[in-house]
């Protein structure tokens, strides 16, 4: 739930290939039940998603730290982050 | 408020594998807007969320 700006400097900081998108009202996270209660952050999740918007594979907190599973359950890869 | 504790406690909306995404549309940070019913038609696609950034992990 960072806004723009930080994500941007966060994106080139990392040199990241995929994009970033903020959510600094939290509308997202909303949508997924991801906000953590008391502070305006969300929880470490990773959803691979494909078509039709079917969900493959959800990766929860420490497990969603490294990609490399989420990305080993995309059939084509593609990514993002939000 | 208690409600909604509980409500929350009980039906956790959290999507998991086999639902279908909840659809959004955003701005990413080079200002081009993403629609992920949109992007999943070019292909898989990984929906990340993080606390924060330049934190850890």
Redesign the interface.
Known sequence: ??D?E??????S?LKAPY?????PEG???S????K?PVVA??????????????????Q?G?D??D?SE??A?????????? | MLMGLLS?LLV?????????????T?????G?S?T??Q????????????????TG?
């Open positions: 739930m960072d723009a930080t994500l941007k400097k966060f994106k900081e994009s970033f998108v903020a959510d509308k997202i996270v949508q997924y039940d991801l953590m952050m969300a929880k470490r999740y990773s959803f691979v998603v494909g078509p039709d918007r079917k969900i493959i594979k959800v929860s420490s969603a730290v990609p989420a990305i359950a995309c059939p084509v890869t593609k990514k993002k982050e939000g | 929350g956790s909306a959290v999507p998991s594998a086999g639902d279908v995404a909840p659809d959004f955003a701005k990413d940070t080079d081009k993403v992920l019913s992007m999943v038609k070019d292909g898989t696609v990984i929906v990340a969320f993080f606390p924060k950034a330049f992990g």
